[in-house]
């Protein structure tokens, strides 16, 4: 089994940029890809980016994926930080039907 | 669109067994692969089950291995969680999820409401 691994907590004012990252302790993210996902208290996930940088749609194009080019690291960046956007946030990948979740980042808008 | 409603939630004694289920509506559901994913208190996001599109395939976290079983009934757009044996651990909200890629690539992108399963005695 791999984990992923995620700070445990961002910040940052409205309309700035933050980035939350996700580190793969094995495997590779080029064929498992990793998803993200915002969870906010009392409601169930969102989808905010699938298969390492796709968007679904309803989604604000102020979310944005990537993956660097070791392929162990992800990223999730939100640009001009709204104050709904606080919120907790999960990367996951696989390998398999194995699935994992990162810890959590919890984001908090100042 | 999409919807996944959740029932079956409750509190329950250790030991106990409960089933939760998950109807399906606005789209095809006998063609995708289901998950079930929970959250305890104050906890993270755990994988707990999957099933493929016709039920033939099934996949379990450790954790509930031999405990848990995930089943679905595709004439009536229903996913199901048979949990048995249930500990105070499992306490936790229950979402189930469409898995749109299938069992090699799983992930979520449609989530139903939750359901609380509170084991306690």
């Known amino acids: 089994n791999f984990m992923l691994t995620q700070p445990h907590s961002v910040s940052g004012s409205p309309g700035k940029t933050v980035t939350i990252s996700c580190t793969r302790s094995s495997g590779s993210f080029a064929s498992n890809l990793v998803q993200w996902y915002q969870l906010r208290p009392g409601s169930s996930p969102t989808t905010v980016i699938f298969e390492n940088s796709h968007r679904p749609s309803g989604v604000p194009d102020r979310f944005s994926g990537s993956v660097d080019s070791s392929s162990l690291s992800a990223s999730l960046t939100i640009s001009g930080l709204k104050a709904e956007d606080e919120a907790d946030y999960y990367c996951q990948s696989y390998d398999g039907s194995n699935q994992v979740f990162g810890g959590g980042t919890r984001l908090t808008v100042l | 669109q999409v919807q996944l409603i959740q029932s079956g939630g409750g509190v329950v004694e250790p030991g106990r067994s409960l089933r939760l289920s998950c109807a399906a509506s606005?789209?095809?559901?006998?063609?995708?692969?289901m998950q079930w994913v929970r959250q305890a208190p104050g906890k993270g996001l755990e994988w707990v089950a999957l099933?493929?599109?016709?039920?033939?395939?099934?996949f379990y976290a450790d954790s509930v291995q031999g405990r848990f079983t995930v089943s679905r009934d595709n004439s009536k757009n229903t996913l199901f969680l048979q949990m048995s044996s249930l500990r105070p651990a499992d306490t936790a909200v229950y979402f189930c999820?469409?898995?749109?890629?299938?069992?090699?690539?799983?992930?979520?992108?449609?989530w139903g409401q939750g359901t609380l399963v509170t084991v306690s005695s």
């Open positions: 999820a469409r898995a749109p890629c299938g069992v090699d690539c799983p992930w979520g992108d449609h």
């Open positions: 606005g789209f095809d559901f006998s063609t995708y692969t």
């Open positions: 099933i493929r599109w016709d039920g033939t395939h099934k």
